[in-house]
Structures are given as structure tokens and as C-alpha cells.
């Protein structure tokens, strides 16, 4: 059996007031194809400044993203090969 290894690298960076938090999800699959989303997090201006909480919520809002370009690709995949293998008959 194949073994594979993709790796996936979330870059967290807040602005300076701690109201926007942006991540970045960067896959790299182990054939060298890339994927990558953004997402953000933006703190209420009522709320106290907690950094770990925006880091949670854009790093989750990203792989979401991510996972939906992922299911995305594949269902798009399968309905190619099912096209060419029913073009076959």
C-alpha cells in the first residue's frame, strides 16, 4: 500500500489594533499540486482583545475553505472519469 504525506502551513497575522485576524491555509499535496485559502477573523469592538480566540476561529474559517476546494476537486474528478467511462460504451 502507497503511503502519503501532504502537509498543510496556516500563516496567522494580526493587525495592529487585534481586530483582524487573517489566516492562511497552504496545502501542498505529495505530487506538488497547491491549494490555498484566506479567511479572517474580526474581534467586536465591545470585546476585550484576545488573540488566541481570532487565531482559532480565521485558522478554522480557512481549512473549511480549504476542505471545500478539496471536495470540490474530487467531485469534479469522479464526474470526469464517470463522462469518459460512460463515452467508452
Do not use: C
Amino acid at each position: 500500500m502507497e503511503s502519503k504525506q501532504w502537509d498543510v502551513r496556516i500563516f496567522i497575522s494580526e493587525d495592529d489594533n487585534d481586530d483582524v485576524t487573517t489566516a492562511k491555509a497552504v496545502l501542498m499535496t505529495s505530487s506538488g499540486e497547491r491549494y490555498e485559502s484566506v479567511a479572517y477573523a474580526r474581534r467586536n469592538p465591545d470585546d476585550p482583545p484576545v488573540p488566541s480566540i481570532g487565531d482559532e476561529l480565521a485558522a478554522g474559517r480557512a481549512l473549511y475553505e480549504l476542505a471545500g476546494k478539496l471536495m470540490r476537486d474530487g467531485a469534479e474528478d469522479v464526474a470526469e472519469l464517470a463522462e469518459h467511462a460512460s463515452g467508452a460504451w
